[in-house]
C-alpha cells in the first residue's frame, strides 16, 4: 500500500498511471514527494545518518539532527518502510529502539509530517506522550479498511493465464474463475497475503482444486501452509521444518545450498531427499533473491552461490517460528551447522553467510560469549552485524577479547575499513588490552599488517611524548621513548627542582632497563635527521598517518576512538603515540624501494 502511495506521489510514476481510473479521494495532491526510507537492515544511529544525508545537514552529533530538521522552515514529510525489519540481526530488539530513539522524537518535532509502517506492538510505544489528535492509527486488519472486492479482483488477475501463464478450467472460463477468486476473497478476509498463498498453491497443485469447496481455501498463513501440504500429500510439519531455517536466517536472504544444510540440522534427520523432491512443497512460500558474487571472493561454491532464497512475507516467518516447539533449540542446531560448515575452521575460507551471521545465531542460541574466542572471525567477519550481536550480549558475560572488539568496533563500523586495516587495528587494539597472544594471532592470518605493536604503557595524564636515544658503550645508540607524566607517576623522574614536571623513559624496543640513566644524556633526532628519514608523520585529531617521503604514498593509517594528544615518529620508523588509555609503540612495516628494486 505504501509503495503505491509512494508511486502516485512521486512525479515520474504518475505519468505512467492512468490516474482518471482510480478514486480521486486516494490520490495524492501534486506536492512535492515525501521522502522514503527503508529501515530494513539498519540500526537506529544509521538510520538517523541515513535521514541527516539525505536533508544534507551539517551535524557532527546526532542530537542535533533533530534541531536542524526543525529548522528547515518547511514541512518535512518522511515515509518510513519496514520498521519491523530494522537492524542487522534479528535477535536484537532494535526496531523498539528505532521507534524510541528517532521516530518518537521525530513525530514530536512540529513540522515533521511522518507516516510509519509499524509492528502492531510498537504502535502505543509511538503514540505515547503525543498530543492528541497528533497520531492516526491505520490498522488494515481492522474491518473499517477491509476491501472485499479488491481481494476477488487480486484474486482473479492472478488467476488469468496471461498473468499465472496456466490454461485450466478455473483460469480459462471467467465464470469459474470468477467464482473461485470470490471464494478466495471470502476466506482470506482483509489479508492479500493470504490470497496471494491461495493462488499460487492452487496453480501449483491444480489438479485437486475444487472451485466449490470453500473448505480447502485458507482463512491464514497457518491455514496455506497445512492446505498446501495437504495438497500435494506432504506432511505439513516437513513443510514447516523445511521454511524454519528461512524463518530464523539473518539479513536478506540465504544461499540455497546452505539453506538444504540446515534444513537437517533443524529436524534432527537427513532431509535431503525432502528437499530434492519437496521445491513444488515450499514454491508458494519462498522468493529468490539475487546479489552479486561475494567481492573479496571468499567462500565456495556449495554455500556461497549467487540464489539466495528468503521468505515470501515476514508474516510467514512470524507462523513458523511461533509453531517451533523451542527456537532456541532450533537456533543451536543451525549454529553447530555453521561451525561445521567453516573449512578446516578458517574462518576466511568460510562462506559469507557463515562468518557474517554466524554471530547472530548464535545469539539467539545463547552461545556467543563462547564463539568470540577466535581473532578470525574479529576480522573475517562483517562488523555491523558482529558488533549489533556482541551489544546484545550483557558486558560481564564477555570475554577479554570480545570486550577489546567491542571497544574497537566503532572505528571498524565508522570507517568500512577492509581485512587487513581490521586485522591491524585489532592487532594494536589487543596489545593495548593486554592480550598479547591475540595481537600475535592476527599476525598469522596471511595479511601484510603495516605495524607490530611492541608495547603499550597504560599510564594517566601523558602530555607529550618524543623519541630519542641513549649512548651506549657496547654498540650503537639505544631508541627511546621519553614520557612527559605528571610527578608521582610509578617509575617517573621529575626534571626540575620544582616537582612540577616529569618524564618516563622507556625502550622502544624492550628490553627496558633505565632505573639509573642520565636524563641529560638523551639525544633527540635533530631537524635534518628527520627530514632525511625515509618516512615522515601527519596528524588529525582522530588519525596519524605514516608516508613514503620518496613517492608521498600513505604506508600506515592509525585511527583512534579517542583523540591523540602526542605522537612522534623515529628516524628508523618506530611510531609512539598517546591518548587518555597511555603510550604505545608501534614498528611501521615499510620496504624501502630502493632495496625492494
Known amino acids: 500500500m505504501l509503495t503505491g502511495f509512494l508511486m502516485l506521489c512521486d512525479a515520474e510514476s504518475r505519468k505512467q498511471l492512468d490516474l482518471d481510473r482510480l478514486d480521486p479521494s486516494c490520490v495524492p495532491p501534486e506536492l512535492p514527494a515525501p521522502a522514503a526510507t527503508n529501515a530494513r537492515g539498519l540500526t537506529a544511529q544509521q538510520f538517523l545518518w541515513a535521514l541527516a544525508d539525505h536533508y544534507e545537514l551539517a551535524v557532527a552529533r546526532s542530537e542535533d539532527i533533530y534541531e536542524e530538521l526543525a529548522a528547515i522552515g518547511e514541512p518535512v514529510s518522511l515515509v518510513v518502510l519496514d520498521v519491523d525489519q530494522a537492524g542487522p540481526v534479528r535477535h536484537t530488539d532494535e526496531p523498539s529502539r528505532l521507534v524510541r530513539h528517532v521516530l518518537k522524537p521525530l513525530a514530536a518535532l512540529e513540522s515533521v509530517r511522518l507516516v510509519a509502517e509499524l509492528p502492531r506492538h510498537l504502535v502505543t510505544e509511538l503514540a505515547k506522550g503525543l498530543p492528541a489528535g497528533a497520531v492516526q492509527i491505520i490498522d488494515l486488519d481492522e474491518p473499517q479498511w477491509a476491501d472485499p472486492e479488491g481481494l476477488v479482483r487480486h484474486a482473479e488477475a492472478a488467476l488469468r493465464p496471461a498473468f499465472s501463464g496456466a490454461d485450466l478450467p478455473f483460469t480459462v472460463a471467467p465464470e469459474t474463475r470468477h467464482a473461485l477468486a470470490a471464494a478466495i476473497g471470502r476466506r482470506a478476509s482483509t489479508s492479500p497475503l493470504v490470497v496471494q498463498l491461495a493462488v499460487q498453491s492452487i496453480l501449483i497443485a491444480p489438479e485437486s482444486v475444487d472451485p466449490t469447496d470453500e473448505d480447502r481455501l485458507p482463512a491464514s498463513v497457518g491455514e496455506a501452509l497445512d492446505l498446501h501440504a495437504g495438497r500435494l500429500g506432504a506432511d505439513p510439519q516437513t513443510l514447516r521444518l523445511m521454511l524454519a531455517p528461512l524463518a530464523l536466517a539473518e539479513a536478506d536472504g540465504m544461499p540455497v545450498r546452505l539453506w538444504a544444510r540446515l534444513v537437517s540440522a533443524v529436524a534432527g534427520q537427513d532431509m535431503s531427499h525432502a528437499i530434492v523432491n519437496g521445491m513444488p512443497l515450499v514454491a508458494p512460500f519462498i522468493q529468490p533473491v539475487e546479489r552479486k558474487a561475494d567481492t573479496d571472493g571468499n567462500g565456495d561454491d556449495e554455500n556461497s552461490g549467487r540464489a539466495l532464497l528468503r521468505l515470501l512475507h515476514p508474516a510467514i516467518g512470524d507462523e513458523i517460528r511461533a509453531g517451533l516447539p523451542n527456537v532456541r533449540a532450533a537456533q543451536m542446531q543451525i549454529a553447530m551447522a555453521l ?88 592487532e594494536t587494539a589487543f596489545v593495548e588490552d593486554g592480550l598479547p597472544e591475540y595481537a600475535e594471532a592476527l599476525h598469522q592470518l596471511g595479511f601484510e599488517l603495516p605495524w607490530q605493536t611492541l608495547w603499550s604503557l597504560p599510564v594517566a595524564g601523558i602530555r607529550e611524548v618524543t623519541v630519542g636515544s641513549l649512548p651506549n658503550p657496547d654498540g650503537p645508540p639505544i631508541p627511546v621513548a621519553v614520557l612527559v607524566v605528571p610527578p608521582g607517576t ?108
Request: charged share 25%; proline share 9%; hydrophobic share 45%.
Open 339 to 426: 561451525l561445521e560448515a567453516v573449512p578446516e575452521q578458517d574462518w576466511s575460507k568460510a562462506a559469507p553467510y557463515v562468518r557474517n551471521h554466524i554471530a547472530g545465531h548464535t545469539l539467539a542460541a545463547g552461545l556467543l560469549p563462547q564463539l568470540l574466542t577466535d581473532p578470525g572471525l574479529f576480522v573475517h567477519a562483517d562488523p555491523v552485524p558482529l558488533r549489533a550481536a556482541i551489544e546484545a550480549v550483557p558486558v560481564e558475560e564477555l570475554g577479554a577479547p570480545a570486550r577489546t572488539y567491542l571497544r574497537a568496533a566503532p572505528l571498524l563500523t565508522r570507517n568500512e575499513v577492509s581485512e587487513p586495516w581490521r586485522a591491524a587495528l585489532l
Open 490 to 597: 610509578p617509575g617517573a623522574r621529575l626534571t626540575d627542582e620544582g616537582g612540577e614536571s616529569a618524564v618516563l623513559i622507556h625502550a622502544l624496543v624492550p628490553p627496558d632497563d633505565f632505573a639509573s640513566v642520565d636524563l641529560g644524556q638523551i639525544l633527540r633526532p635533530s631537524e635534518e635527521e628527520r627530514d632525511a628519514a625515509p618516512l615522515g608523520l601527519s596528524r588529525g585529531a582522530d588519525y596519524l598517518r605514516v608516508w613514503d617521503r620518496a613517492s608521498e604514498e600513505v604506508v600506515a593509517a592509525l585511527i583512534s576512538d579517542v583523540p591523540f594528544i602526542s605522537a612522534d615518529l623515529s628516524p628508523d620508523g618506530i611510531l609512539v603515540v598517546a591518548t587518555e588509555r597511555g603510550a604505545k609503540a608501534l614498528r611501521i612495516r615499510w620496504v624501502d624501494p630502493a632495496i625492494a628494486s
